[in-house]
Structures are given as C-alpha cells and as structure tokens.
Nanobody, 139 residues
Framework: QVDVVESGGGSVQAGVSLKLSCVASGAVDPAHCMAWFRQAPEKQREGIAPETQREGVASIDKDGVTSYADSVKARFIISQDNAKRTLSLEMNALKPDDTAMYYC????????????????????????WGQGTQVTVAS
C-alpha cells in the first residue's frame, strides 16, 4: 500500500508563483515514475472514470528525465527527492487557465505527459493517487 498526500495549493492572483508538494509513503519503489495531473471541474464528464479525464502536467522518472505539457513549458518545474519520495511542482507566472485540482500520481506508465507517447502506449496505467490540492488563479 502506498499513501500519497499533496499540499501547497491555494488561491492566488495571476502572475504569481506557487509550489506544490507530494509525499509518497509506504511500499514505494524508487523506480516508480511520478507525475502531476490536473482536472478542471468544468471539464469533468459524468460516467467516465475521473482519473482518465485528468490532464498530464509534468512527469519525472527515476533518472530525472522530465516531460511537460505544452501549456506549462517554461513556467512549471517538476522535481523529486528520491530518498524522501517527495515530488514538487514549482508553478510560475500562473494564469487563470491553470485553475484546477492538482493530483500527484505514483507509478505511472508511460512516464510522460506527451500525448503522442501516451497514445502510442495505448493509454496510461496508474497505481496510486493523492486526494488532490486545489489551485485557483484569479485574473
């Protein structure tokens, strides 16, 4: 069993920075890929598993190789501490479009948020999720 807990969300004005953190505890394999996903409530469709509707924001593998969604490139930075099994997401120059619930995922395959890689792999598989932390950006 792996427990995943996110923190650091909040309500901010556009243009500022915010840092999210995620701690994974329990039977965590250091080789697990970790990633951040987000879900805006207006994009939630009923009858469809919520995990499959979340947008990949950034991922990082055990070697530190990262992947970012085009919408956050050059603004967000993902990092991890393998020894502590913590994951961070530094979000800069926040925009109202970044408003969403942000989720930390552990043991993600493929370890990428590039849609071409995900489609080529036949979709995602996830093993562990946190409960999410809300980020609201006002204009």
């Amino acid at each position: 069993q792996v427990d995943v807990v996110e923190s650091g969300g909040g309500s901010v004005q556009a243009g500022v920075s915010l840092k999210l953190s995620c701690v994974a505890s329990g039977a965590v394999d250091p080789a697990h890929c970790m990633a951040w996903f987000r879900q805006a409530p207006e994009k939630q469709r009923e009858g469809i598993a919520p995990e499959t509707q979340r947008e990949g924001v950034a991922s990082i593998d055990k070697d530190g190789v990262t992947s970012y969604a085009d919408s956050v490139k050059a603004r967000f930075i993902i990092s991890q501490d393998n020894a502590k099994r913590t994951l961070s997401l530094e979000m800069n120059a926040l925009k109202p479009d970044d408003t969403a619930m942000y989720y930390c995922a552990v043991d993600v395959w493929p370890c990428s948020v590039d849609p071409r890689v995900v489609v080529s792999a036949g979709g995602y598989s996830f093993n562990y999720w946190g409960q999410g932390t809300q980020v609201t950006v006002a204009s």
